[in-house]
């Protein structure tokens, strides 16, 4: 494997960063690094570190070059490279993370979930009804890969506070069987785009070929996580195998919906692209206290309700003329 980590990559231009993957050799990565700074989403450290935890855990090598100085702090804090194996060559004084980042961290349990909700709350700068929603999502992802994604080095995870524009970003990623392989055990989709597609959906769960899911998963967690990230105007990715989905900023002016259908909202499809070996989930997420979070939980159940009674009168009526 080989991944070349840019100067930028976020889900609004990340398309540059996940076409410049070469996932061939599965025994080996190489990691190159922009030579003067990088300033990446979280969830391309997640993928980077992932990809240094498959290797190594298979028995294979991971090498790789250093970033200019610039740049070089951020990386080493984040701890990507204890995930690589790699010597920075330098050392750095570690300050305190809360409030301002979670690390790269491997998730493989329950209880180091808990653990890292509990890190991640401080950097929510939030009131309860605003964490809430969050956290959620970030339970939910993390709980997806250890109950379904059969991932070997169970879930990187990794999350950055800005306080300029006071947004937490997001970054989680897998090494298992991927959206396809999920979906595909109980539905009828022949591509990663389909999978990925039909996975958004409300009430459809890669655990179940039933509408609404079962009494263990609703399929809801990627259509809430969508919902939150477009309905706090920010972006959300979703990448697995070699089709990738990007939620878009809904533009000036132009009126905010919620649906239930992802190729409704404002988006873009990236197919075709080199293929992740599991599951990428990033996305942004404004956390001003002035955010109606209640208002924009309900609008979602409302959404999610509201499409699932539709699409199970359709199979129903369609069932009893077979």
Known sequence: MRIYVPNSAWIFNISGFIGSLDPTDPTSLHVEFHPRWVSVHPAVLAMTACAGLLVRQRGGTVTGDVPGVRSLPYLIRMGLFKFLDLDPGREITEH???????????????????STITDLVPLLHAPPEVAAPIKYVFSEMV??????????????????????????????????????????????????????????????????????????????????????????????LLYSGDAAFELLKVREGELLTLNA???????????????????????????????NFADLLDRIRTAYSVDLKTRKKVYYKRARFL
Not at 96 to 114: C, H, K, M, S
């Open 96 to 114: 305190e993370p809360a409030g301002r980042f979670v690390p790269l961290t491997q998730i493989q349990d329950n209880a180091q979930l808990r």
């Open 261 to 291: 259908d992802p190729r409704l909202d404002r988006h873009r499809y990236l197919t075709g692209v080199p293929s992740w070996p599991g599951t990428v989930v990033g996305i942004d997420i404004n956390v001003e206290e002035g955010q």
């Open 143 to 236: 709980r997806n890969v250890l109950e379904h994604s059969a991932s070997p080095v169970g879930a990187v995870v990794c999350a950055q506070y800005f306080k300029r524009s006071n947004r937490i970003s997001i970054g989680i990623a897998d090494a298992g069987i991927g959206v396809h392989g999920s979906m595909s055990r109980f539905h009828n989709v022949r591509t990663a785009q389909e999978a990925i597609t039909l996975a958004m959906r409300p009430g459809i769960s890669g655990a179940t070929s039933r509408l609404g899911g079962n009494e263990f998963n609703a399929g809801a967690g990627l259509f809430f996580t969508k919902g939150i990230a477009a309905l706090s105007h920010n972006y959300f």
